[in-house]
C-alpha cells in the first residue's frame, strides 16, 4: 500500500464515522474534529441539514 492509499483509506474510514481507539487517547480532552463535528459545522455554515446528517436520522427513525 502507498502513502496515498493510506490516506485515502484513513479520510473514508473517517467520513464513515470510524475513529481509531488509540486516536481518541492522544489528546485528554479527546479529539475535537470529529465527523460530527464537521456535520454541523457544515450545517451552521449551509443553514441547512447535511445529507450524512439526514442518513444517521433516518437510521434513528428506522430503528425505532
Excluded: C, H, N, R
Excluded at 496515498?4 to 480532552?29: E, H, N, R, Y
Excluded at 443553514?47 to 434513528?60: A, P, R, V
Amino acid at each position: 500500500m502507498t502513502f496515498d492509499d493510506a490516506v485515502k483509506k484513513s479520510i473514508k474510514q473517517f467520513l464513515k464515522g470510524k475513529l481509531l481507539k488509540d486516536t481518541a487517547a492522544l489528546k485528554p480532552d479527546g479529539v475535537f474534529f470529529t465527523p460530527e463535528y464537521f456535520d454541523e459545522l457544515e450545517e451552521e455554515l449551509l443553514d441547512e441539514k447535511t445529507d450524512s446528517t439526514i442518513e444517521k436520522e433516518e437510521e434513528l427513525e428506522d430503528e425505532a
